[in-house]
């Protein structure tokens, strides 16, 4: 079995290459490819890597590479991990809309408008060139936006699912206040990629107990620590929310906040050059602790069981992932793309059966919707106009002076990525 993973030189790959080197029986894999143009940091990823595999008897070959078409040939399965624009660009992302008063975030409002607009071409471009070189292979996304970009690869006809480690993060979490094995932690998860609730915690399967009060009513303290939410909330709710929701619940304080310290992409930027310095000592043959702090957490144990069921192996029967929503949502169209627990096999993704959605959760599921469309034509067609309705249209934003000082500062940073400018 071959795997190539684009943006193989990330930092986040030697918690990749953990995951394959632990779980090559349920993902056995025989030759995986790291491709990406940053020569010098792949060279430390891929020598890390491969002092990995050996360290656990992992026989399988890693190759590096910075020629995509080469290291996809052949591929069973490639996964997506890049970075358009790098750390200074999500740097940019992160503070130039607190000028105009809204959240600065790499993934949601205006700063993940920006990515969008920068990494969707150069997903679709990376996709074609995987189709022309495999059409049978299967297109992991874990690129955020990771539900705006699944979209665009399923609207072209790619074999695609999108991937994000919210989920088995808050499984690994109520697993271990419950004291039961993760896998026994089935979720009712339900919403877009950093738009989700989980409104039911069930032992044993979709149909299991749900534990959800209990848990709340004996860790309702460290669930809401956790999400950086008041107890007072979840309590109310009943439900626990991605903390991505907080950029939602609490837009104001956040703003107040990122504006009396350094953005978290500067936290980062430091974090890869101590990793990288980490990565190139010879003697180093496992994931340093400081990786956890970087983030990604559990993204291998959740990529390798995706990868393992759409080619036919032994992953999980149930995953959290991103795919159509093909009625699963009613309220949205059909070609949405939603993140919900699903059947996984070879055949692609297949949402569970949801129950109805409280409108307290399915009017910004909407609205985020909405949102995502135009989103989604403004990296496809390019176009001042189209930005601004994509940032008009933002829960965040929806304000016309806003949007209109936001659409001037996203096109002046990101000239250089836009073709269309």
């Known amino acids: 079995m071959k795997l190539a993973v684009v943006g193989g030189g990330s930092t986040y790959t030697p918690e990749l290459i953990d995951g394959f080197a632990r779980l090559r029986d349920t993902l056995p894999i025989t030759e995986l490819v790291l491709v990406d143009p940053a020569a010098e940091r792949l060279e430390l990823v891929g020598g890390l890597a491969r002092r990995i595999f050996a360290r656990q008897d992992h026989d399988g070959k890693i190759v590096t590479t910075g020629d995509l078409d080469a290291g996809v040939e052949g591929a069973d399965a490639v996964l997506l991990q890049l970075r358009v624009g790098g750390q200074a660009a999500r740097e940019q992302d992160e503070t130039w809309p607190l000028e105009c008063g809204c959240v600065g975030q790499e993934t949601t409002g205006a700063g993940g408008l920006a990515k969008a607009l920068r990494t969707v071409p150069v997903v679709l471009d990376i996709a074609e060139r995987v189709r022309r070189a495999n059409p049978d292979a299967w297109i992991i996304d874990f690129t955020n936006p990771v539900g705006i970009v699944t979209r665009a690869l399923l609207q072209a ?33 339900v919403g877009l990629n950093h738009l989700t609730w989980e409104r039911a915690v069930r032992l044993g399967g979709p149909e299991g107990e749900n534990v959800l009060p209990r848990l709340l009513a004996e860790h309702g303290d460290a669930v809401a620590d956790d999400l950086r939410l008041p107890r007072p909330v979840l309590d109310r709710l009943g439900v626990v929310p991605s903390y991505y929701l907080r950029y939602f619940y609490a837009h104001d304080e956040v703003v107040r906040e990122l504006g009396t310290k350094p953005s978290r992409a500067a936290e980062v930027a430091a974090m890869e050059r101590e990793l990288l310095e980490m990565y190139g000592d010879p003697a180093l043959d496992e994931k340093p602790a400081l990786l956890a702090k970087r983030g990604g957490a559990f993204y291998s144990e959740a990529a390798v069981d995706l990868a393992a069921s759409l080619l036919g192996g032994g992953g999980s029967p149930y995953q959290v992932v991103n795919t159509y929503n093909n009625g699963t949502l009613p309220f949205l169209p059909d070609d949405a793309v939603v993140e919900t627990q699903a059947s996984v096999g070879s055949g692609g993704a297949v949402p569970l059966p949801v129950a109805p959605v409280d409108p307290l959760y399915a009017g910004l599921i909407a609205h985020v919707t909405a949102y995502e469309d135009l989103a989604l034509e403004a990296a496809l067609h390019g176009g001042r106009d189209r930005v601004f309705k994509a940032l008009l249209a933002h829960p965040l934003v929806g304000q016309y002076d ?3 000082g936001l659409t001037d500062r996203l096109i002046a940073h990101n000239r250089e990525h836009l073709a269309w400018v």
């Open 402 to 404: 806003r949007a209109d």
């Open 157 to 189: 006809g790619h074999k695609a699912v999108g991937l994000c480690n919210v989920a088995i993060g808050l499984q690994r979490k109520f697993a271990g206040l419950l004291g039961v094995a993760p896998s026994e932690v089935h979720l009712d998860h």
